[in-house]
């Protein structure tokens, strides 16, 4: 919650509006700690490791597909419109 007032470090994907951030990379990579250690079995397709050149491959496994800041435009911005009650989803 902390992050969405403080100053943000911005960069760009695949375009000036598809926008990722530091937080953006923290959470999924908390995200998928988390999920980890309770699923150990499960895979993961994550926005920002997709974005970085991981593979994205479907399999019969469960399988958790990852956004970690939905509404990221809004989040760069201090727009409190943007996913933030994350430990309410794990």
Not at 18 to 44: A, G
Not at 50 to 70: E, F, N, R, Y
């Amino acid at each position: 919650m902390s992050a969405l007032t403080e100053e943000k470090r911005v960069s760009t994907k695949t375009s000036a509006a598809d926008l990722v951030t530091e937080t953006d990379h923290f959470v999924e990579n908390l995200i998928i700690s988390v999920l980890k250690e309770k699923f150990p079995s499960h895979r993961f397709i994550a926005e920002e490791s997709t974005a970085a050149g991981s593979k994205c491959v479907l399999t019969d496994s469960p399988t958790w597909i990852i956004d970690p800041v939905d509404g990221t435009c809004n989040f760069v911005h201090s727009v409190c419109l943007c996913c933030r009650e994350l430990y309410n989803v794990i």
